[in-house]
């Protein structure tokens, strides 16, 4: 399988991240024109314009209280046979097999790994919130903080934030913003979307997974961190510590992506064995 078919989008948008893949991938993907550069470019828009600090609080609030539907893990997996991922137009099957292709990754190079297995099947969950009725612009792509001003490998930095309020705030819109220097990615308000929501989820039913897992999840769409180098200035030493574990993740979470479809029934045992050690029973979401 050659991976450069099955990149993020974004990362068209971002070639100095990938330079090794640029000179193949226009010959698979065209991301410079056309009817994905459009579609993309639009969900990015409308998230750059509404992803707001008063916005993000309002999300906090309104599904903080985990009293939207009881459910399994698996019953949540399920749901995703419903949901393909309007920020990766170049995959056209259900974000629920993106989980198992995910998680095999992780688990064939890993194998003494299960917890970090498990983190592959779960990392979007969140995306749970698109079926709710939630716009895809608030659930899933590159997420990035509220309140500082956006740093350079945002994808479309330059042409989306022209309507965003809080960059016409002082308080917003500088490279600081509302925080103080290396005050620690867990005391950043990052835009809202399946990450933060899946981060929640997991803490108020208490997954009794390892810390390296709940940062994974919280901050894997956070390109412009742990792919790009942006926003250190905010980085606490526990967020450089966690760092690799992201960047690890990252590998299988990108380039497991694939046409050839896992047979999801025979990796079910498995998986449910994990979700009963580490986060058994009907769930709050």
């Known amino acids: 399988m050659k991976v450069d078919m099955y990149l993020d989008p974004s990362l068209a948008y971002r070639p100095e991240v990938a330079p090794e893949l640029s000179a193949s991938k226009a010959s698979f993907r065209n991301y410079t024109a056309g009817p994905l550069l459009d579609r993309v470019f639009s969900t ?3 998230m750059h314009t509404h992803q707001t600090v008063d916005f993000v609080n309002r999300k906090h609030i309104q599904f903080g209280g985990f ?10 997996v399920n749901m995703l046979d419903d949901l393909v991922d309007e920020s990766d137009p170049d995959v056209d099957f259900p974000n629920s097999f993106h989980a198992f292709q995910t998680a095999e990754g992780i688990r064939e190079a890993h194998p003494d790994k299960d917890w970090f297995h498990l983190v592959g099947l779960l990392h979007d969950l969140g995306k749970i919130l698109a079926l709710w009725g939630e716009p895809q612009w608030a659930v899933v792509g590159d997420t990035f903080p509220v ?3 956006p740093q350079a490998s945002v994808v479309f930095r330059d042409s989306t934030f022209q309507d965003n309020p809080d960059l016409q705030d002082p308080r917003y819109s500088t490279e600081l913003g509302m925080y103080q220097p290396y005050c620690g990615l867990e005391n950043v308000l990052m835009s809202w979307g399946h990450d933060e929501y899946l981060y929640q989820v997991m803490k108020f039913n208490r997954f009794s997974l390892p810390p390296e897992a709940f940062y994974v999840v919280r901050f894997h769409s956070f390109y412009p961190w ?6 250190l200035q905010l980085c606490s ?7 690799p574990w992201v960047q690890e993740f990252n590998k299988f979470d990108l380039y497991t992506k694939s046409p050839e479809l896992p047979d999801v029934d025979s990796l079910r045992p498995y998986y449910q064995r994990l979700i009963d050690k580490y986060c058994p029973g009907i769930l709050s979401w």
């Open 147 to 149: 309140g500082c001003r």
């Open 237 to 243: 030493q526990q967020d450089l510590r966690m760092l």
């Open 67 to 76: 009293s939207h539907k009881k459910m399994t893990v698996m019953e949540a």
């Open 44 to 46: 990015y828009k409308l």
């Open 226 to 231: 742990h792919t790009s180098g942006d926003y």
